[in-house]
């Protein structure tokens, strides 16, 4: 009997151990998790290189058609109120574009005149502007003398005229296709401000109709990101303006008005329209007042243009698109390193586009899908109903027989 237990005994141990030893070369399953997860991210940042990738290759059609989708967005709401009011379509798309040219072109004229007539004045004329440079060079901290002051203009002149000179066929490629992508963003812009609305109701229709209106509020938007964009760009120009102008009229610059509008449109173009202000408020500075008001003009455009690119631009981008800071000050560093000057312009656009389609997806996704249930569960309960009022009367017709 004993032999016979221990028997038994060995052969339930023996499966018990095989089983052990064969779910110790089993893969823990936070490992399989984990390897899973893995793998679906490796797919999603391939098929994001792919895309960038595209991206830069098209970047001569791709961002004139990303700056025309901003403008349209923004613009298109004039649009369709001339539409509205019986305007034909082409009318319609043309009003606001050439309003936003006229607005330009009326603020460059106004900057040009008022420029003119300070330098003009008896005041500021070619000598005394000479002459407060020299007597700012040979005062301390720098102590030139007047052949050095004369050495140093000789070898800028030098090095200016043998930088125009080397201007070559890049340059003048760079300079065809900067004038080909200003026009072609016109031309887009035109066409989206028109026939918008008609293309993606074309694009939504081919869609399979249970996703039709998850895609169409995506579209929306978009639109509506872009031009929450655009609005916060506008805003923060103007709030470096105002910055700006108050500093300068502490300094006694002259022309605070007409650098004030050179500030608010260069805020649209970032990086360089900041660069492009500053210098220009630099030199008005130096030229009628002097070298000294210049150095403080300058440190006054460095301190306005921190605080937009570190405070200003994340607060009025991310309360406008609706993302956080972090996101914003992320994607102007990302999109500059990668795509340069319009990478950093077009960087938050196009990930506050792409975060609101998507949530705008999925939401409407929910939808649909609630009141799919919803109305599925109506019918099985008013289904339900009937039947019992069938059994009940069943059961009364049996009893009365």
Same mark, same amino acid.
């Given at each position: 009997m004993q032999s016979t237990a221990s028997g038994?005994?060995?052969?339930?141990?023996?499966?018990v151990s095989a089983q052990r030893d064969r779910s110790a070369l089993l893969v823990p399953v936070w490992l399989e998790r984990l390897s899973s997860w893995a793998k679906g991210l490796l797919?999603?940042?391939?098929?994001?290189?792919?895309?960038?990738?595209?991206?830069?290759?098209?970047?001569?059609?791709?961002?004139? *058609?990303?700056?025309?989708?901003?403008?349209?967005?923004?613009?298109?709401?004039?649009?369709?109120?001339?539409?509205?009011?019986? $305007?034909?379509?082409?009318?319609?798309?043309?009003?606001?574009?050439?309003?936003?040219?006229?607005?330009f072109a009326g603020a460059g004229? *106004?900057?040009?005149?008022?420029?003119?007539?300070? *330098?003009?004045?008896?005041?500021?004329?070619?000598?005394t502007i000479r002459d407060r440079i020299d007597e700012w060079l040979m005062a301390k901290p720098f102590d030139l003398s007047r052949g050095q002051i004369d050495d140093a203009e000789a070898s800028i002149s030098s090095w200016v005229s043998t930088g125009v000179s080397s201007l070559g066929v890049e340059q003048a490629t760079l300079a065809v296709q900067l004038l080909a992508g200003a026009l072609l963003t016109l031309v887009l812009t035109f066409f989206l401000v028109k026939d918008g609305p008609s293309m993606w109701n074309? $694009?939504?229709?081919? $869609?399979?109709?249970?996703?039709?209106?998850?895609?169409?509020?995506?579209?929306?938007?978009v639109t509506d990101t872009m031009s929450a964009y655009l609005r916060s760009?506008?805003?923060?120009?103007?709030?470096?303006?105002?910055?700006?102008?108050?500093g300068l009229w502490v300094l006694g610059v002259p022309l $605070?008005?007409?650098?004030?509008?050179l500030t608010a449109v260069a805020g649209l173009f970032p990086v360089v329209g900041a660069?492009?202000?500053?210098?220009?408020?630099?030199?008005?500075?130096?030229i009628t007042v002097g070298p000294t008001t210049a150095i403080w003009v300058i440190v006054l455009t460095i301190v306005v243009q921190q605080i937009e690119g570190n405070v200003m631009q994340p607060l009025i981008v991310a309360r406008q698109v609706a993302i956080h800071p972090v996101v914003v000050l992320v994607a102007l560093t990302a999109g500059g390193a990668v795509a340069g000057l319009a990478g950093a312009f077009l960087a938050v656009p196009v990930v506050a586009a792409g975060i609101a389609a998507v949530q705008a997806f999925s939401n409407e996704l929910e939808v649909d899908t609630v009141g799919a249930s919803g109305d599925s569960t109506g019918d099985a309960l008013e289904q339900s109903s009937v039947d019992r009022c069938f059994a009940v009367e069943d059961a009364d017709v049996s009893s009365g027989l």
């Open positions: 038994s005994e060995r052969l339930a141990i023996g499966p797919l999603i940042g391939a098929a994001l290189g792919v895309i960038l990738w595209v991206a830069l290759k098209l970047r001569v059609a791709l961002v004139p *058609f990303l700056l025309a989708l901003i403008a349209a967005a923004a613009l298109r709401p004039v649009a369709r109120r001339l539409e509205v009011r019986r $305007v034909p379509k082409s009318l319609a798309a043309a009003i606001p574009i050439g309003t936003v040219g006229a607005i004229w *106004f900057i040009y005149l008022r420029t003119r007539a300070t *330098f003009e004045s008896n005041t500021v004329t070619e000598t074309g $694009v939504v229709g081919r $869609v399979n109709p249970v996703r039709a209106d998850a895609v169409r509020r995506s579209g929306e938007a760009v506008v805003l923060t120009g103007i709030a470096d303006a105002l910055l700006i102008g108050a $605070v008005v007409p650098l004030m509008i660069v492009v202000a500053g210098s220009g408020a630099a030199v008005v500075a130096l």
